[in-house]
């Protein structure tokens, strides 16, 4: 019977990520934030679950990604989409069946990210070079990266933030995260094996300046932390060819 447990938890991820989309769609993209936030703790509850009771399963593993597609790439797509279609159209009333092709595109374009999800996570189920660090950003950051950023531009400290956000931001961001879930880039694992600061250094900083960017912005901080991630990645891996 505990061999089910993992897979009940991942569902719970699933169903998570469903309900962000609803909400997404509607409108409510704190909701659907949060509601992501708590598919990554699913997410996360079901690996261990599955680790403490030995209750590894190749449909576990392959239920694991579609619940992933869904929660960190279909909620984020649909939150960045329904947010281009409230930027450009919302004060026109316009209905997305009424819009010229070109304009249907534009709002549509941030689907794109659950094409390039899916093509990440097949390839993180085939690829046996990912045991330990991540080749690319994961789905998963992915999806927080979006759910965090929702709640920074909530905080009364982002109103610059609030000022740049435009249609050609989010294609741009959706183009940028896109490359990053099938791009070759070592991403260094955020995993403590020993608690010595050598060889855990970029490991202690992070975990420090997301104490820091939390205190300071509340969880909307999580979206910087994400981009310190992928900067810190990038220089580690350039440090390590020179």
């Not at 992501?36 to 209750?55: P, V, W, Y």
């Not at 794109?112 to 080749?135: G, H, M, P």
């Not at 608690?195 to 300046?209: D, E, F, H, K, S």
């Amino acid at each position: 019977m505990t061999r089910f447990i993992p897979n009940f938890i991942t569902l719970l991820n699933l169903l998570c990520g469903v309900f962000a989309v609803f909400m997404a769609i509607h409108g409510h993209w704190e909701t659907a934030a949060y509601l992501i936030f708590f598919g990554a703790l699913f997410d996360f509850a079901d690996g261990f679950a599955a680790r403490a009771l030995k209750a590894y399963s190749e449909i576990g593993k392959q239920l694991d990604s579609l619940a992933d597609l869904i929660s960190f790439g279909f909620a984020p797509a649909a939150i960045w989409s329904n947010m281009m279609y409230s930027l450009k159209f919302a004060s026109t009333n316009q209905s997305f069946f009424n819009m010229s092709l070109i304009n249907q595109i534009i709002v549509m374009s941030p689907f794109i990210l659950v094409a390039f999800a899916a093509l990440r996570l097949a390839k993180f189920n085939v690829d046996t070079r990912q045991s330990e660090n991540f080749l690319g950003l994961t789905t998963t950051a992915t999806g927080i990266f979006t759910a965090s950023f929702v709640l920074l531009l909530k905080s009364p400290s982002a109103t610059a933030l609030q000022n740049i956000l435009s249609p050609t931001f989010i294609i741009i961001a959706i183009a940028i995260f896109s490359s990053l879930l099938v791009s070759e880039i070592p991403m260094f694992s955020l995993k403590f094996k020993t608690y010595g600061w050598q060889g855990n250094a970029p490991r202690y900083t992070l975990l420090i300046a997301g104490l820091i960017l939390i205190g300071i912005l509340g969880w909307g901080g999580i979206s910087i932390l994400i981009l310190l991630y992928i900067l810190f990645s990038i220089v580690a891996n350039m440090t390590q060819k020179n």
